[in-house]
């Protein structure tokens, strides 16, 4: 059984043995740590899980225009997971798009309860059905959120383990990372074609006026990097 301590889930590339299984939005974050795990192990699964919030078709489709960018052999097609939350979160902002947290609105005002338990609990059974050893997420720094610490991910990936009677490991390379170090990182890739926002327009552009949208311009800012994407509007 392989299980890694809460100080350990943030190892270096080389570290990760594939096939890894890359959890994924339609984010930079998400998107350079796919391209990173596909060229440190030879080959990485873009997992997405649908639950039913407002952006998550936009987000799709710019995660496939984002892969078929980059034309890595080493990225596998990428697997789609049904596991629809409307039962759960009802008339949440992120299930109607309506009251999403606007440019000024504070992290706290973003977080999904139990948003990492959701995509990982599917992916992590179907993970040691078809014999993926490790899961990676995007999970930065500066993440706020009980469900994104070490110690979450690595009880989970031990009750998993048990549960599954599979060697499961969850992995967060970016933990030390700022999302404007991610930046830096993925800057000779496509990043314009990724999709950082809360309430995309139907033509899948940037609202420009949302949390998500501010974090995304100031860390490219940040990062000293041109956000080459498209945006209805720049605050």
Known sequence: MTLRGPADNRPAMSDVRGPVAVLCSGGLDSAVLLVEMARATGRALPVVVHAGHAW???????????????????????RDLDLPMGDVYGAHWSMTGAGTPDWDAPDE?????????????KALVLAAIDGWPTLALGSLAGNPFPDATPEFFAGL???ASDGLRAGLTIVTPYRGLSKADVIRRGR?????????????????IHCGDCNKCRERLEAFSEAGVEDRARYARIR
Do not use: K, Q
């Open 56 to 78: 998550e078709t936009a987000e799709r489709e710019a995660l496939a225009r984002f892969i078929a960018a980059v034309g890595d052999a080493r990225i596998a097609p990428i």
């Open 109 to 121: 005002t973003v977080e999904l309860r139990g948003r990492n338990l959701i995509l990982l609990a």
């Open 157 to 159: 990936a031990r009750v």
């Open 188 to 204: 000779s890739l496509p990043l314009e074609l990724t999709l950082s926002c809360a309430r995309p327009g139907a033509d899948g």
